[in-house]
């Protein structure tokens, strides 16, 4: 979904009610960083796969010395991207078998490769498993088991909960708990403006 609602800052009036953040969600940097961006995303979802990019970018320029971290949560759109919510078991599998950081080099491989807009062949799902060095076998009885639809489900409900209308949906938190949204797969000076803002909060 583009970019709606946005104010020329990138950012929504308000936020709800969001999921606290520990050490059993995806982190990629410092999980004690004083600066957290959580991500809603799709794997189908072409905003999402750009906003990925940027988000690498962010992480390159801001999460090498720790200042921030970024959480990723799954937003399957189901109507648009049926086959999003088994990528995102998919991902889950990955993390399960052998951590968190086989979880974002998952995740990174299907948002390198994918199409979006639901043409990833499924088929492909245990070749990028075995592709990023995992148990094949053991990766598809964990698929097929959907033993991560509630994990995913879960997710579905906090990005709800927390006000997203569409993919990607991004929340800045600075260390005093104060939130700047991001809606939709804003520009890289957009997220560099607002993570700055939240840097800088005294």
Known sequence: KPPTNANPDGQLAAVGEIRAITREDHIRGNPDAQVKIIEYSDF????CKKFH?????AMSEYGNDGRVAWVYRHLPLDQLH???RKEAEASECAAHLCGNYKFWEYADRIFAVTPSNNQLNPDLLPEFARD???DQKAFEECLAKGEFASHVE?????AESAGAEGTPFSIVIDKNGKR????????????KDTIDKAVAAK
């Open 44 to 47: 189908e979802c072409p905003f």
């Open 53 to 57: 990019e940027t988000m690498r970018q």
């Open 82 to 84: 049926p086959r999003a």
């Open 132 to 134: 990023i060095g995992l």
């Open 154 to 158: 879960a997710d579905v409900k906090d």
């Open 180 to 191: 700047y949204p991001i809606n939709g797969a804003q520009p890289y000076n957009v997220v």
